[in-house]
């Protein structure tokens, strides 16, 4: 039985919108429901059954003792406030999310990024907070090298690089505003063996 029924497009936004539908709950009853999506109706993932991600965030380590990893500290509007943040962005339509990490790793911080050699389900989409979006995002694991700048950036972004090694990485985790997404990662940083950064993606 199909549990959304009666899909409608409330907003008509050019990167997000607001749907509603009714969700038949586990007894047949149904309820309103209300998601924000940066699909069209028919990619909604509700209707595909799919997790095909539309973003990507960067895990990637820098350095020769690949004892840093690379992040940003971000202003972002819905906080009025700057947050760090693991590079990210989303996929552009023909690009797969392990092109657009390379892409937007170059954007955002002027570095080269090189995929880990790591198993490719470990960076298929996930979904980000299904409470309130159907937003997919894949992880990609690599190296980061170059010299950091911001000379791509465009006027709305508003951003500084970070290359921040364990104590730093440890200072951010209690002290800063963080993104769920990048205290996961910085945990799995703190972990990590610098002669072996992707260890802990052999699962």
């Known amino acids: 039985m199909k549990r959304t029924k ?6 008509e936004n050019p990167y997000l919108n607001l749907y509603q539908f009714d969700a038949v709950n586990k007894l047949g009853s149904s309820h309103p429901y209300y998601i924000a999506s940066r699909n069209n109706e028919e990619a909604l993932a509700l209707n595909t059954h799919k997790a095909n991600p539309d973003g990507v965030v960067i895990y990637s380590v820098y350095g020769k003792c690949h004892d840093k990893v690379v992040m940003v500290r971000q202003f972002r509007y819905a906080l009025d406030n700057y947050i760090y943040e693991f590079p ?17 790793m170059k954007e955002e911080t002027g570095l080269t990024f090189t995929l880990a050699d790591s198993d490719s389900h470990l960076m298929r989409g996930c979904f980000s907070s299904i ?73």
């Open 6 to 11: 009666n899909i409608k497009k409330l907003t």
């Open 88 to 104: 990210a962005g989303l996929v552009d339509p023909g690009e797969t999310a392990m092109e657009a990490a390379v892409r937007e």
């Open 131 to 203: 409470g309130m979006t159907d937003e997919c995002i894949a992880t990609a694991y690599g190296y980061a090298s170059g010299e950091p700048n911001t000379n791509l950036l465009e006027d709305n972004e508003d951003l500084s690089i970070k290359l921040v090694d364990k104590k730093e990485a440890k200072r951010i985790l209690k002290e800063e505003n963080l993104s769920i997404k990048a205290s996961y990662l910085l945990l799995h940083f703190l972990n990590s063996d610098p002669e072996n950064p992707f260890d802990f993606l052999n699962i």
